[in-house]
């Protein structure tokens, strides 16, 4: 299988789009480690992947919202000791509340958005940058989105996070080039029928959406040996093909 041998943390992985590349990356052979602060949601990732006959993942139980540094550090420092290097990390955590107008956006729904869509990617790529160098080819994900990504109104603070991680990625993917063994990319998910996408637009009929399952092909692309040398790229899964 393509990724054998290769680890991969994802974020958010106790549902939607984590759980969805969780189970595509580890049919392929990847050892996921599972982080989400919802127990039961990952248990049921983790019973997907073992049905899908998969390499059995850990499940790490990790709230990006409330942990402090030294949590995130402790994270690394576990990881370290147990696996030595990743290969992969995929943002796949995602805080979205409602639409709404920046005059009726909250100081504490605000700080917590950017605190789960935007700090968290940053706190956990800074403490895991040692691992991902220790691989001789290692790919970092970060998810974005295709509306919130253009600045439109009533986005708010999940709007902005998403401009702000490209931009994040962005910078990062420079940053690393010249070394030539992580590549940073964001992927674009587009409109699927996603929990997200039912939260935001409840009266839409997602009859009509691809599935969670229709992003495999993107994901395991990013993270498998026909992206290597792609980096600082959007990559939007509605125009992907391989």
């Given at each position: 299988m393509p990724?054998?041998?290769h680890?991969?943390l994802?974020?958010?992985a106790g549902g ?10 580890a ?6 480690i ?5 127990i039961?949601?990952l248990e ?7 049905a899908?006959h998969?390499?059995e993942?850990?499940m790490?139980?990790f709230?990006?919202?409330g942990a ?8 690394a420092?576990k ?7 990743l ?10 509340a409602a639409?709404?107008p920046i005059?009726q956006?909250?100081?504490?729904d605000?700080?917590h958005?950017?605190?789960v869509?935007?700090n968290a990617?940053?706190l ?6 040692p691992?991902?160098?220790?691989s001789?080819h290692?790919?970092?994900v ?10 439109h109104a009533?986005?708010g603070?999940y709007?902005?996070?998403k401009i ?13 080039e010249s070394a030539q063994?992580i590549?940073?990319n964001?992927l ?6 996603s929990?997200?996408r039912?939260?935001?637009?409840p ?14 092909p993107?994901y395991?692309?990013l993270f ?8 600082g790229?959007v ?7 391989l």
């Amino acid at each position: 299988m393509p990724l054998t041998h290769h680890v991969i943390l994802i974020t958010g992985a106790g549902g939607g789009l984590g759980g969805t590349a969780a189970v595509a990356l580890a049919k392929a052979g990847a050892h996921i480690i599972l982080l989400d602060k919802n127990i039961a949601k990952l248990e049921a990732t983790y019973d997907a992947i073992v049905a899908a006959h998969g390499p059995e993942p850990t499940m790490y139980p990790f709230d990006l919202a409330g942990a402090s540094e030294n949590d995130y550090q402790e994270l690394a420092n576990k990881l370290a000791e147990t696996y030595g290097s990743l290969q992969g990390l995929l943002h796949s955590a995602v805080e979205f509340a409602a639409f709404a107008p920046i005059s009726q956006v909250g100081t504490k729904d605000w700080g917590h958005t950017l605190n789960v869509n935007l700090n968290a990617p940053f706190l956990l790529t800074r403490v895991l940058l040692p691992l991902l160098q220790a691989s001789d080819h290692a790919s970092v994900v970060f998810t974005s989105d295709s509306s919130a990504r253009l600045g439109h109104a009533y986005t708010g603070a999940y709007g902005v996070s998403k401009i702000a991680l490209e931009g994040l990625a962005k910078i990062l993917a420079e940053e690393l080039e010249s070394a030539q063994k992580i590549r940073v990319n964001t992927l674009i998910p587009g409109a699927v029928d996603s929990p997200l996408r039912k939260r935001a637009y409840p009266a839409e009929d997602k009859s009509k959406l691809p599935t969670m399952a229709a992003l495999a092909p993107a994901y395991l692309y990013l993270f498998g040996k026909h992206s290597l040398g792609v980096t600082g790229q959007v990559i939007d899964s509605r125009t992907f093909h391989l």
